[in-house]
């Protein structure tokens, strides 16, 4: 591939991840691991190194949790079923995956913090955001990303932390747990409307943090040229202004044209590309720590060309390359650089 010095990635890995049994036929299911952790027991490329995921102690979990909704993820332990809702039940191991998920990412920002990588990738399961911080819903227990967070401003002192959600579904559980807090920036793009029906551009944030959420809805069908622009127009503009100490991405791959259970069309090509601006931003704000775990992605094929594309953009494999010049649909940014503009300077975004 030509790597000059690649940057050091950790990788979180482990087939205890399957152990988290959502019943057949739910697209959430230990497959995906298994998927994963197979195209990756063959890929190779300089400046891979495995961590071993860490449960989440209680304490952790609280950082984002009220303690009732953890007891009651808890009480599910041993249980052969329960379901928070129609699409979010659980199995007698899932607790206790869950758990594993959030340390799991965990143990991947202590390593950054240690300076043992630059950045990394958690492949867990159950995903997390759209757990609130009282409910579980949307195949997610408890909210991983969140958890990291206030994890990195309770533990390390970081301020200014980035969390970019390309996930398909928008992460209403992450949205909330910082819609009032200045020092983190949650950008979300996302299918809309879908499911779970918020992510409007018009919710920028509350109080001293308006702004400080930043909705990218996007009609079904957008590809590449959508979020490549996206990217291009406001998410790089609003970070550079906003000067990340650490990025966090919530990386799903159901805006993978391959899923089947959304209507985008991003190729491992337009994944690429999205990774690719963001280790950009990384290395000139935030010392190039970056982290992202897993979200949603549930055609099995698509996880297995779309994952080595991201970690091939996490080494620098194509740092230096110029990325192509999008070509949006007409108008599809236009809500959220109006929602926006007060905030930002991104007068000069989107002209041509």
């Known amino acids: ?20 049994d959502p019943g057949p036929g739910h697209p959430e299911s230990p497959a995906r ?61 899932s607790f206790e995956t869950a758990c594993l998920a959030a340390g799991g990412f965990l143990a991947l920002l202590e390593a950054i913090m240690a300076g043992e990588t630059e950045n ?7 995903p997390g955001h759209h757990a609130e911080a009282d409910r579980a819903m949307g195949f997610c227990l408890f909210n991983n990303v969140a958890i990291g967070a206030r994890y990195l401003q309770r533990r390390f002192g970081i301020r200014r932390i980035l969390v970019v959600d390309w996930d398909v579904h928008h992460g209403n559980g992450t949205q909330d747990s910082f819609y009032a807090d200045p020092d983190v920036l949650y950008v979300s793009t996302h299918q809309y409307p ?25 009609p079904a069908g957008c590809g590449d040229d959508e979020y490549v622009a996206a990217f291009a ?38 994944f690429r590309a999205l990774t690719r601006f963001l280790v950009r931003l990384a290395e000139t704000y935030a010392g190039a720590r970056l982290a992202a775990i897993l979200e949603g992605g549930y055609d099995l094929r698509a996880l297995q060309t779309a994952v080595p594309a991201v970690l091939d953009e996490l080494g620098g494999a194509h740092a230096g390359d110029a990325l192509a010049t999008p070509q949006p649909r007409s108008g599809v940014l236009d809500a959220t650089l109006d929602a926006q503009r007060p905030f930002w300077d991104l007068h000069r975004a989107g002209a041509e």
Do not use: C
């Open 1 to 20: 591939m030509g790597y000059n010095d690649p940057m050091r990635t950790a990788l979180v890995l482990d087939r205890r991840y399957e152990a988290h």
């Open 233 to 270: 127009d406001i998410v790089a503009p609003v970070a550079v202004q906003f000067r990340p100490e650490f990025i966090l991405v919530s990386a799903g791959f159901d805006a993978h044209r391959r899923d089947p259970l959304a209507g985008m069309t991003v190729t491992d090509e337009g």
């Open 194 to 218: 879908f499911y779970p029906g918020t992510g409007a551009a018009a919710e920028v944030g509350s109080g001293v943090a308006a702004g400080r959420t930043l909705n990218i809805p996007l």
């Open 33 to 93: 691991i298994h998927a994963i952790l197979d195209v990756l027991s063959q890929y190779r490329r300089p400046g891979l190194i495995t961590l071993a995921p860490r449960p989440a102690t209680p304490e952790d979990l609280a950082l984002n949790h009220v303690p009732a909704h953890i007891a009651r993820v808890a009480a599910t332990a041993g249980r052969p079923f329960y379901a928070f809702d129609a699409d979010t039940p659980t199995s007698s191991h």
């Open 120 to 126: 990394g990738f958690a492949f867990v399961r159950p």
